[in-house]
């Protein structure tokens, strides 16, 4: 079966007729099992099932993902790590410090953003994987769904709430560019050079990199893993994203004009990515987290990464792109192999700021309209910290009122599913495996 052709995964064996085959135990190793889970070392996933057969999902007790609603007592809406949590509100601060007081805390935005695409990388990899592991494929239609869900009700409560004040107060006179500025957000073009001056918005370009990257991402790991080049390939689009980065460069007037554009920062998601796939030969070259000498080291990012926000605005300089983003987005890796141990935060001081994490999407959407409205470019006292107040009002308001009851509909239908794999489903499981 499966160990005879060589394409044993952990807990089950795969046949190259048949697919996979559901629980046949054999002995396993933890390090086997990640590098084999991974994909790395030219081991392959199921995919080599016949086409006349759909092969089922598997059930193994090596199976990581549980429901995302499989309890009414627990948390309605999934298996959470509050250490990741706390890494989105303490990335979500640095944007909107930034926001508030752009001349202070002039790199604080970017080294947010970073930190957030850095975790995302991460975090999709893994919930890829887990479709590629349990499945043998992607379920493209699937994940796009449960991303439309997540992303699409808040971002539209948004640009409704865009229009409503433009054609009524209208703050920043930029009526004439309203329709442009909605249309870039809705369809995530935002970070093209499309001629919208609609600067309400300024701030999508940050979405519409994700989401034009998680086009293109699965077939890079479903072709990656099918060929058995998989890390080649990360290394590839690693390699593509710098070579556009030089390219940009080089074709633009001034460093400043390629800040959106798609391949300035997406090489933050590859490095998520490598390091999730990675992880276990980056765990190796950490210390134990939890250690002395672990705690010392994420000091010291903290202490690098909250130093590199007090620099100046680095979007004028050509190093900021080619060196800075993908050192920020190295040193937010080991954050995240720290922030992954935390099931729940140790002290209650991090409360504020991991309810800043839970909603940090409709925080980011809504923190630069409203600080962008109240003038924190020309006054410096009050409109700044009024922003911050009003945008944590406007983001339990998109929470409680369309994210969550959204969240639990998502997770009633994925309950229909067989198997339901969740980034932080996953990050659990493994670290539970240990």
Same mark, same amino acid.
């Given at each position: 079966?499966?160990?005879?052709?060589?394409?044993?995964?952990?807990?089950?064996?795969?046949? /190259?007729?048949?697919?996979?085959?559901?629980?046949?135990?054999?002995?396993?190793?933890?390090?086997?099992?990640?590098?084999?889970?991974?994909?790395?070392?030219?081991?392959?996933?199921?995919?080599?099932?016949?086409?006349?057969?759909?092969?089922?999902?598997?059930?193994?007790?090596?199976?990581?993902?549980?429901?995302?609603?499989?309890?009414?007592?627990?948390?309605?809406?999934?298996?959470?790590?509050?250490?990741?949590?706390?890494?989105?509100?303490?990335?979500?601060?640095?944007?909107?410090?930034?926001?508030? $007081?752009?001349?202070?805390?002039?790199?604080?935005?970017?080294?947010?953003?970073?930190?957030?695409?850095?975790?995302?990388?991460?975090?999709?990899?893994?919930?890829?994987?887990?479709?590629?592991?349990?499945?043998?494929?992607?379920? @493209?239609?699937?994940?796009?769904?449960?991303?439309?869900? /997540?992303?699409?009700?808040?971002?539209?409560?948004?640009?409704?709430?865009?229009?409503?004040?433009?054609?009524?107060?209208?703050?920043?006179?930029?009526?004439?560019?309203?329709?442009?500025?909605?249309? %870039?957000?809705?369809?995530?073009?935002?970070?093209?050079?499309?001629?919208?001056?609609?600067?309400?918005?300024?701030?999508?370009?940050?979405?519409?990199?994700?989401?034009?990257? @998680?086009?293109?991402?699965?077939?890079?790991?479903?072709?990656?893993?099918?060929?058995?080049?998989?890390? $080649?390939?990360?290394?590839?689009?690693?390699?593509?994203?710098?070579?556009?980065?030089?390219?940009?460069?080089?074709?633009?007037?001034?460093?400043?004009?390629?800040?959106?554009?798609?391949?300035?920062?997406?090489?933050?998601?590859?490095?998520?990515?490598?390091?999730?796939?990675?992880?276990?030969?980056?765990?190796?070259?950490?210390?134990?987290?939890?250690?002395?000498?672990?705690?010392? =080291?994420?000091?010291?990012?903290?202490?690098?990464?909250?130093?590199?926000?007090?620099?100046?605005?680095?979007?004028?300089?050509?190093?900021?792109?080619?060196?800075?983003?993908? =050192?920020?987005?190295?040193?937010?890796?080991?954050?995240?192999?720290?922030?992954?141990?935390?099931?729940?935060?140790?002290?209650?001081?991090?409360?504020?700021?991991?309810?800043?994490?839970?909603?940090?999407?409709?925080?980011?959407?809504?923190?630069?309209?409203?600080?962008?409205?109240?003038?924190?470019?020309?006054?410096?006292?009050?409109?700044?910290?009024?922003?911050? %107040?009003?945008?944590?009002?406007?983001?339990?308001?998109?929470?409680? %009122?369309?994210?969550?009851?959204?969240?639990? $509909?998502?997770?009633?239908?994925?309950?229909?599913?067989?198997?339901?794999?969740?980034?932080?489903?996953?990050?659990?499981?493994?670290?539970?495996?240990?």
């Amino acid at each position: 079966m499966g160990r005879r052709h060589g394409l044993g995964l952990p807990g089950y064996d795969v046949c /190259r007729r048949c697919g996979p085959l559901r629980d046949v135990p054999r002995p396993s190793s933890p390090d086997r099992d990640l590098r084999e889970d991974l994909g790395y070392d030219d081991v392959a996933l199921p995919l080599l099932r016949s086409p006349r057969r759909r092969a089922a999902p598997l059930t193994s007790t090596h199976e990581t993902e549980p429901s995302l609603a499989s309890s009414a007592t627990r948390h309605k809406l999934g298996d959470r790590i509050e250490g990741l949590d706390l890494l989105r509100g303490f990335a979500l601060a640095l944007v909107l410090v930034h926001h508030s $007081w752009i001349t202070f805390f002039g790199a604080g935005g970017i080294v947010g953003v970073l930190i957030f695409f850095t975790l995302s990388g991460y975090l999709i990899t893994g919930l890829l994987m887990g479709d590629l592991r349990n499945y043998g494929r992607i379920r @493209y239609a699937r994940f796009y769904r449960n991303r439309a869900l /997540r992303l699409l009700p808040a971002l539209y409560v948004l640009l409704a709430g865009l229009v409503l004040v433009t054609l009524t107060i209208d703050p920043r006179n930029e009526r004439d560019a309203l329709l442009g500025g909605v249309l %870039v957000s809705a369809f995530y073009v935002a970070n093209l050079p499309l001629g919208v001056d609609f600067f309400t918005v300024v701030h999508m370009w940050t979405l519409s990199t994700e989401e034009q990257f @998680y086009l293109v991402w699965p077939v890079v790991l479903a072709v990656g893993v099918r060929l058995r080049i998989l890390k $080649w390939m990360v290394a590839l689009a690693g390699l593509a994203i710098m070579g556009m980065v030089f390219l940009t460069l080089q074709v633009a007037n001034i460093p400043a004009e390629i800040y959106p554009l798609p391949s300035s920062w997406s090489v933050a998601m590859v490095v998520g990515a490598g390091a999730r796939l990675g992880q276990e030969r980056i765990a190796r070259l950490l210390p134990a987290p939890g250690g002395v000498a672990f705690r010392l =080291l994420q000091l010291v990012v903290l202490a690098v990464l909250l130093g590199m926000c007090l620099l100046p605005l680095p979007d004028n300089h050509a190093i900021s792109y080619t060196v800075g983003g993908p =050192l920020v987005s190295a040193l937010s890796v080991v954050l995240i192999f720290g922030a992954r141990e935390w099931k729940t935060i140790p002290t209650p001081a991090l409360r504020p700021l991991l309810a800043l994490g839970k909603v940090s999407y409709a925080a980011y959407l809504w923190n630069w309209p409203i600080a962008f409205w109240l003038g924190v470019d020309t006054n410096h006292t009050v409109a700044p910290v009024l922003a911050i %107040v009003l945008t944590f009002a406007a983001a339990a308001v998109s929470w409680w %009122v369309v994210e969550r009851p959204i969240a639990l $509909w998502r997770a009633r239908m994925n309950e229909r599913d067989p198997r339901h794999v969740t980034p932080e489903t996953v990050v659990s499981a493994e670290s539970r495996r240990g």
